[in-house]
């Protein structure tokens, strides 16, 4: 069975940096698009990036281009999402995600990216 754990969230200030992973268990992913979202409390999921399954596409949310960078490690099975210059409407909780029925590729006009494997999310609050 196929699994995605996140790590890294915590507590930060404004203005510093937080580096998630994801690590998939159970399968290699290295065929499948992948991603990250967040959810802040009383909100809806959005997406945060996206990235194909080399790791040469890449797409971001507007409220974290510039800020954040997603890429990944085929040979570790694991995606990473480096941020930087938080800010407190960053804070949320963060899913990886993964596309297990796409061809690999970023599938940007379908529902949530096409994402239908999520992990159990990771807390990331930025404190003023």
């Known amino acids: 069975q196929v699994q995605l754990v996140e790590s890294g969230g915590g507590l930060v200030q404004a203005g510093g940096s937080l580096r998630l992973t994801c690590t998939a268990s159970?399968?290699?992913?290295?065929?499948?698009?992948m991603g990250w979202f967040r959810q802040a409390p009383g909100k809806e999921r959005e997406f945060v990036a996206a990235?194909?399954?080399?790791?040469?596409?890449?797409y971001y949310a507007d409220a974290v281009q510039g800020r954040f960078s997603i890429w990944r490690d085929n040979a570790k099975n694991t995606m990473y999402l480096q941020m930087n210059r938080l800010k407190p409407e960053d804070t949320a909780n963060y899913y990886c995600?993964?596309?297990?029925?796409?061809?690999?590729?970023?599938?940007?006009?379908?529902?949530?990216?096409?994402?239908?494997?999520w992990g159990e999310g990771t807390l990331v609050t930025v404190f003023l």
């Open positions: 159970g399968r290699t992913l290295n065929t499948n698009a």
């Open positions: 990235i194909s399954w080399s790791g040469v596409g890449t």
């Open positions: 995600a993964a596309d297990l029925t796409g061809e690999g590729g970023i599938r940007a006009g379908v529902h949530d990216y096409g994402m239908d494997l």
